[in-house]
T-cell receptor
Framework: GEDVEQSLFLSVREGDSSVINCTYT??????LYWYKQEPGAGLQLLTY?????DMKQDQRLTVLLNKKDKHLSLRIADTQTGDSAIYFC????????????FGKGTKLSVKP | DVKVTQSSRYLVKRTGEKVFLECVQD?????MFWYRQDPGLGLRLIYF???????EKGDIPEGYSVSREKKERFSLILESASTNQTSMYLC???????????????FGDGTRLSIL
């Protein structure tokens, strides 16, 4: 079945760039999403990319999509302590009727 | 902005009790979802609904049921709570669109449920 994989942890220093990676198996994915979850809170939609794009930039966030390798990444420039959170990658498959397949989340720790 | 409201942030119940978790969205979304989140397991889909009075089982429906009597409200019911249902429960909603359309899910703040 469909699957989305992420590494579980990432640690960076404040001011550095963070890159969170995600791989997925469904070649018919139409949209891919990045969500952020701060401690004790729900998931907040950060950004998304349509499958016919290979890059999307939104302020400090850059999303790269390699559809051939089914690889998605989220780059956060000038990472701040407020970026410490769990980041989830999710995909919407063709004909999924709104269901998203989520990765297990990458916990980003930002050290001062 | 979409607002998804879960009735309780924290809830403590006893084994065997019938537990209701409520979720309300204010954006007229057709789709609503219930997930549970456990460390190391990520989000797991319990039930979802595409319309009023409709429900579909997700990946882990055992021990749960749902109710969708009104479009804006989706309730998760633990028929007889057990300690292994201690978890963070997240509700989400999304607009029904075509299969090629963008359909992000919007989440509530979650309910941390403890079963003693």
């Amino acid at each position: 079945g469909e699957d989305v994989e992420q590494s579980l942890f990432l640690s960076v220093r404040e001011g550095d760039s963070s890159v969170i990676n995600c791989t997925y198996t469904d070649s018919s994915s139409t949209y891919l999403y990045w969500y952020k979850q701060e401690p004790g809170a729900g998931l907040q939609l950060l950004t998304y990319i349509f499958s016919n794009m290979d890059m999307k930039q939104d302020q400090r966030l850059t999303v790269l999509l390699n559809k051939k390798d089914k690889h998605l990444s989220l780059r956060i420039a000038d990472t701040q302590t407020g970026d410490s959170a769990i980041y989830f990658c999710a995909e919407k498959g063709e004909g999924s009727q709104g269901n998203l397949i989520f990765g297990k989340g990458t916990k980003l720790s930002v050290k001062p | 902005d979409v607002k998804v409201t879960q009735s309780s942030r924290y809830l403590v119940k006893r084994t065997g009790e019938k537990v209701f978790l409520e979720c309300v969205q204010d954006m007229d979304h057709e789709n609503m979802f219930w997930y549970r989140q456990d460390p190391g397991l990520g989000l797991r889909l319990i039930y979802f609904s595409y319309d009023v009075k409709m429900k579909e089982k997700g990946d882990i429906p055992e021990g749960y049921s749902v109710s969708r009597e009104k479009k804006e409200r989706f309730s998760l019911i633990l028929e007889s709570a057990s300690t292994n249902q201690t978890s963070m429960y997240l509700c989400a909603s999304s607009l029904a669109q075509g299969e090629w359309d963008n359909q992000p899910q919007h989440f509530g703040d979650g309910t941390r449920l403890s079963i003693l």
